[in-house]
């Protein structure tokens, strides 16, 4: 007998087209600002609304360099930052269907990492859009923490989870059923702090 195709749900709907945006950067506009913001931000790439309350996404071709020229422009018109108050570009994303693809793949990236976290302090921050009941942030956060401390004592280069001060931070965003990391040192939290990492 054939199988019958499931229905997708309207939460496996929103996934797969958050996963075709193929966003790279995650930003929130702040409240009566989204317009503003979405103006603002369209001069360095496609923005696209997202189910989420003042939550965009767009796609950048190279994520550093756009938060280095986003940083340039609010440092020479300090009141960009009336309309967006949160920007998070990814270093790498991809997308996943489930939890289980979901921690596979945000591992595999965080891993790569190591190298940069060899005798540091650090810690793994989430932030979650979708998903609500399988993923939890705090649990996700902990997975890769202690992913990463395995990796690092295995390497004979011990590191350490700080969250006061630390040396580094793996941030992580999702919307739906695509995420994005990014590592970022101490310094880069200093000069961005529009980041909204803690």
């Known amino acids: 007998m054939p199988e019958v195709a499931e ?9 797969a087209a958050a996963g075709r945006a193929g966003w790279n950067v995650v930003a929130t506009a702040l409240e009566d600002s989204f317009r503003d913001a979405r103006e603002l931000l369209r001069r360095w790439g496609p923005v696209k609304g997202t189910p989420y309350y003042n939550v965009l996404v767009m796609t950048v071709e190279d994520p550093l360099r ?12 300090p009141g960009y930052l009336n309309f967006v108050s949160h920007l998070f570009p990814a270093q790498r994303s991809f997308d996943f269907a489930d939890a289980g693809e979901f921690e596979a793949r945000a591992r595999e990236i965080a891993l790569g990492w190591t190298g940069d976290l060899a005798g540091k302090s ?25 992913a990463l401390l ?16 630390p040396d580094a931070i793996i941030q992580i965003e999702t919307v739906d059923g695509r995420a994005g990391l990014s590592l970022w040192s101490a310094a880069d939290l200093r000069r961005y702090p529009f980041l909204g990492v803690n």
């Not at 650090?122 to 996700?140: A, D, I, N, Q, W």
């Open 7 to 15: 229905q997708p749900t309207p939460s496996a709907q929103r996934s």
């Open 66 to 77: 756009f938060l280095a020229d986003f940083a340039a422009a609010v440092a020479e018109n």
């Open 150 to 165: 395995q990796a690092l004592d295995a390497a004979g280069t011990p590191g350490r989870i700080g969250f006061e001060a």
């Open 122 to 146: 650090f810690h793994v921050r989430m932030r979650r859009r979708g998903f609500k009941g399988t993923l939890s942030t705090p649990k996700e956060e902990r997975f890769l923490d202690e």
